[in-house]
């Protein structure tokens, strides 16, 4: 059984009368990379910064490797490393000069720092530009060398904050390829996300976190499974056949604007015919329908909260 090194417990928070958190619940397993999923306002980042002791929760508990992240904080401290949404470097020096100051103020020798900045520059396929002022970078590049910067003390748990906001599709998969490298090497990496394909190709779990509260935790593959094997979607040529569908299972992702519903199946030929009996009975108000295998995106529609008008779900 893998050992956990992050463990969350009731976890609230308020800003006056707005309630950020309120009871959250997960683990993280020492090794894995963990994602905590949900739009944006959910929660997300407000979890990270309890987590990483930049803000103190409300109630509840919250450990990394058993230390309390309130009364233990100092210790916390040395065993995590945080990379934000916004690069923290300083654009004035090249790359180099960047980690090995960050080597200098995590107690490194000069030497060790040189080291361990030429390592690290190598690492992430920064080395030929190491010598260059970071303010000529891309925006992959800074965010690639703000997690080296982060890794300099060779933290046992690595959070990243939304890592790849901003970045155009090509850095994205660059970043991603940084992360699974990460993976590959024994680190934690506890990440943020909104994006629902980021959290399918790099998590090993996900808790998907919507209002400040875990609607749903498990591997990608567990997740999808909670809204069916598969999802059988109907098209309808009018909102009152639409409206009278969505009241009809409990199981639904449906987009009003398109008049579309989602419903969970088994895939059998009986099932998919008992559905189409069931919303249409007359055979008069499917335009059309088809089989999909069920996705991220699914389950996150079916369990977060939706805006007003355009998808809803029912779970």
């Given at each position: 059984?893998?050992?956990t090194i992050?463990?969350v417990?009731?976890l609230?928070?308020?800003y006056?009368?707005l309630?950020?958190?309120t009871?959250?619940d997960?683990?993280v397993g020492?090794?894995?990379v963990?994602?905590?999923?949900?739009?944006?306002g959910?929660g997300k980042?407000?979890?990270?910064?309890?987590l990483?002791?930049?803000?103190?929760?409300?109630g509840?508990?919250?450990t990394i490797?058993?230390l309390?992240?309130?009364?233990d904080?100092k210790?916390?401290h040395?065993?995590?490393?945080l990379?934000?949404?916004?690069?923290?470097l300083d654009?004035m020096?090249?790359?180099?000069e960047?980690l090995?100051?960050m080597?200098?103020?995590?107690g490194?020798?000069r030497?060790?720092a040189?080291?361990r900045?030429?390592e690290l520059l190598?690492?992430?396929?920064?080395?030929?530009?190491?010598?260059?002022r970071v303010?000529?970078y891309?925006?992959g590049?800074r965010r690639?060398?703000?997690?080296?910067a982060?890794l300099?003390?060779?933290?046992?748990?690595?959070?990243l904050?939304e890592p790849?906001?901003g970045?155009?599709?090509?850095?994205?998969?660059?970043?991603?390829d940084?992360?699974?490298?990460l993976?590959a090497d024994?680190?934690?990496v506890?990440?943020?996300t909104?994006y629902?394909?980021?959290?399918?190709?790099?998590?090993?779990?996900?808790a998907l976190?919507?209002?400040?509260?875990?609607?749903a935790?498990?591997t990608?593959a567990?997740?999808?499974r909670?809204?069916?094997?598969?999802?059988?979607d109907?098209?309808f040529?009018?909102a009152?056949?639409?409206?009278?569908?969505?009241?009809l299972?409990s199981?639904?992702?449906?987009?009003r604007?398109?008049?579309?519903?989602g419903?969970?199946?088994d895939?059998?030929?009986r099932?998919?015919?008992?559905?189409?009996?069931?919303?249409?009975p007359?055979?008069?108000?499917?335009?059309?329908f088809s089989?999909?295998?069920?996705?991220?995106?699914?389950a996150?529609l079916a369990l977060?909260?939706?805006?007003?008008?355009?998808?809803?779900?029912?779970?």
């Open positions: 059984m893998t050992d992050c463990e417990r009731g609230r928070k308020a006056g009368s309630e950020v958190l009871g959250v997960f683990s020492a090794g894995e963990f994602a905590l999923l949900g739009p944006n959910a980042t407000t979890t990270v910064r309890i990483s002791t930049l803000t103190q929760p409300d509840g508990t919250a490797a058993g309390d992240v309130v009364k904080r210790s916390v040395r065993i995590i490393s990379t934000g949404q916004y690069a923290a654009g020096q090249t790359g180099e960047n090995r100051m080597g200098r103020l995590t490194l020798s030497a060790a040189r080291e900045a030429h190598t690492l992430f396929d920064l080395a030929e530009a190491g010598r260059r303010v000529t891309s925006g590049m690639r060398l703000d997690i080296a982060s300099v003390g060779q933290p046992a748990l690595i959070f904050d790849t906001t970045l155009d599709p090509r850095s994205r998969k660059t970043m991603w940084t992360i699974t490298a993976a024994g680190v934690t506890l990440l943020t909104q629902l394909e980021e959290a399918d190709m790099l998590a090993d779990r996900i976190i919507d209002h400040g509260r875990i609607v935790n498990g990608p567990e997740l999808k909670l809204v069916g094997q598969e999802r059988l109907v098209r040529g009018e009152e056949a639409f409206t009278r569908a969505t009241s299972h199981h639904v992702i449906a987009n604007e398109a008049l579309t519903v419903f969970a199946t895939g059998t030929a099932h998919i015919r008992e559905l189409l009996g069931t919303v249409d007359l055979g008069t108000d499917i335009e059309t089989l999909h295998q069920p996705t991220l995106d699914d996150f977060t909260g939706q805006p007003k008008g355009k998808e809803t779900a029912h779970v």
